[in-house]
């Protein structure tokens, strides 16, 4: 007797990620349920999800919310296994609305997401230098916020200090204070008394200045060579140091590859300005999504070349001539950046065309 060989069916799987557990879902090429369970949230628990997807069918791919997240260890692990994987937004609050919220739920929603492609991205690849970056950027954002909390108190607590303290602090420029305050000696045990008491504050925080600002050098010290062998010719453009070319990087990612298009990245920075036309009426409208941080890190490099770029200044008095504001010509010259940006993140040892 002859035996016939029955193709395995393929499948499409999506997990909703937390802390402790991952809850996944898989459905056919049809559509239809074929089941959710959860899982822990450890290695353990990542392999026993990968056989029961592949219980059920060849895996064609899995939509996992949250690849930079809760579902970063599970992300890695797929792609240890050879399974695509794509990132899956929440659903819409609309949706939410009609089907409610639960895990199993919002499994479901990422694996039908996935089967149709419908909302769905290439993850980062978060497993070489430029997710080693990040880590050091995390850090160094932390340091900064926190050294201007220091300072603004510091401020404030000169503001509200008796009369005689107050007059000898409030003029002074900031590394002098830090270092009139940092090496003061008040008397501990009159802290009781306000002028002692603010003496003993301005000492703390200044030394916190001080400690934060030699953390930041320290991190800069290792993020500026970090970026210049990720990317030679970023930091060359015109308008990018190394904080600004950081942050690019890291919205890019370790595949830059995953962004299909010029567009795609403009877009994915906010800088890509959206549809609003109706009838008769064409207009597009500001775009208020995307990697804000991105968005600002062109912001600040059409601020830099406005004051320094000869060629961004010429474009900017013929559209202002045209009647443009300036904040529309700004919003116009990050499009162009984004567009030159793209070009030196997926073709960093080739120059690439100098943008207005």
Known sequence: MSTITQARVQVTGG?????????????????????????????????????????????????????????????????????????????????????????????????????????????KAANGQVEALRNLRVARRSAIRQRADAQRQMHTLIITAPEPLRADLRERPIEDLIKRCATSRPATDRAGQPATAVMIALRSLARRHRHLTEEIKDLDALIAPLVDQINPHLSTLHGIGPDVAGQLLVTAGDNPDRLHSEAAFAMLCGAAPLPASSGKTNRHRLNRGGDRQANAALHRIVICRLRWDQRTRTYTERRTKEGLSKKEIIRCLKRYVAREVYEALTNPAQPSPTSP
């Not at 609305?97 to 290439?122: C, H, I, Y």
């Open 15 to 123: 997990v909703d990620t937390h802390k402790d557990t991952h809850t996944a879902a898989v459905v056919d090429t049809a559509g239809r349920l074929l089941g959710t369970a959860q899982f822990p949230a450890t290695p353990t628990g990542h392999a026993a999800l990968v056989d029961w997807l592949t219980e059920h069918g060849e895996v064609v791919l899995v939509a996992v919310e949250g690849t930079g997240a809760y579902g970063a260890g599970l992300t890695r692990f797929l792609h240890a296994c050879g399974v695509t994987v794509v990132e899956a937004d929440r659903p819409d609050r609309k949706t939410r609305r009609w089907q409610g919220k639960s895990d199993p739920v919002d499994a479901e929603a990422a694996a039908r997401a996935g089967l149709s492609a419908r909302r769905t991205g290439t993850p």
